[in-house]
Nanobody, 118 residues
Framework: QVQLVESGGGLVQPGGSLRLSCAASGRGFTNYGMGWYRQAPGKQRELVASITSGGSTNYADSAKGRFTISRDNAKNTVYLQMNSLKPEDTAVYYC????????????WGPGTQVTISS
């Protein structure tokens, strides 16, 4: 069992930056691929960025060039650095962990609200 807790959300003006953190508890963090998703009101949850257990990254087109995902395996934490934020980035951001072999081991955090507004 892995438990995920996001932090770092808040209200930021357009053009600003935020860094989200996702702390994982439980065993075997390095055996999980990690991802950040977001869900805006009235929209489906969508992938923002992901990072494999080996550190390879993938980004949604909307995040490329502005967001950076990283992980610190010593701290069991994954980060999402978000720069040049836009109002359309407003959403609840969720952390996700999926075991690299046992795909049924798929966990979500409760989410953190990010609001971009002047």
């Amino acid at each position: 069992q892995v438990q995920l807790v996001e932090s770092g959300g808040g209200l930021v003006q357009p053009g600003g930056s935020l860094r989200l953190s996702c702390a994982a508890s439980g065993r075997g963090f390095t055996n999980y691929g990690m991802g950040w998703y977001r869900q805006a009101p009235g929209k489906q949850r969508e992938l923002v960025a992901s990072i494999t257990s080996g550190g390879s990254t993938n980004y949604a087109d909307s995040a490329k060039g502005r967001f950076t995902i990283s992980r610190d395996n010593a701290k069991n934490t994954v980060y999402l650095q978000m720069n040049s934020l836009k109002p359309e980035d407003t959403a609840v951001y969720y952390c996700n962990a999926v075991h690299v072999v046992i795909r049924e081991k798929n966990y979500w955090g409760p989410g953190t609200q990010v609001t971009i507004s002047s």
